[in-house]
């Protein structure tokens, strides 16, 4: 891995992080980055499998978009009724509303990024409200599954703050 594509790599992780479906979907491990003068594949990103994806040199949004779908995927497994019920292109479309809500026009601004009708279908489902409460679902589940997960991590930190306030131990 080249130091730009590492660097790409790191602002992907810290931007994943403020959108909880790609939080739950990244994972650094499972991740090839590759040049895209290769010329190897036809898309910015892609999952190869369940847990491993592929992303083109060039910006961090292909990382994080295919974070999102990573942690959609999660969701499925998880039996979350809102992801469940996506698949194919309205997948596509709530994963790029999803970083549109986020970052703007990341996807059509950055290198190697350019105009694309699904962004612009994107945009407009966005302000939709039936799709709207299927985006925010599927956030707060995510943030539930990260909760879980750090709590299987951690077991012995207890947040309890109600009780310890109680106790004395926070006044």
């Known amino acids: 891995m080249t130091g730009n ?98 970052f703007g026009d990341v996807e059509e601004t950055e290198e190697g990024g350019g105009k694309h009708p699904q962004i612009d279908e994107a945009r407009k489902l966005a302000k939709n409200p039936d799709f709207i409460r299927i985006m925010n679902e599927l956030e707060r589940q995510a943030s539930y599954a990260i909760a879980e997960e750090n709590i299987k991590k951690y077991p012995d930190i207890v947040l309890d703050i109600p009780n310890a306030v109680k106790a004395g131990k926070g006044e």
């Open 5 to 102: 594509e590492a660097d790409q790599l790191y602002a992907a992780k810290m931007a994943a992080q403020k959108i909880a479906l790609a939080s739950l979907g990244f994972d650094e491990r499972n991740i090839t980055i590759t040049g895209r003068e290769e010329g190897r594949f036809s898309s910015a990103g892609f999952m190869r499998g369940k847990n491993t994806w592929v992303a083109m040199a060039g910006g961090a949004s292909t990382p994080v978009h295919e974070s999102i779908h990573r942690g959609i995927a999660v969701l499925k497994e998880r039996g979350v009724k809102e992801a469940k019920e996506l698949s194919g292109m309205k997948e596509e479309l709530v994963t790029r509303a999803i970083l549109l809500r986020k």
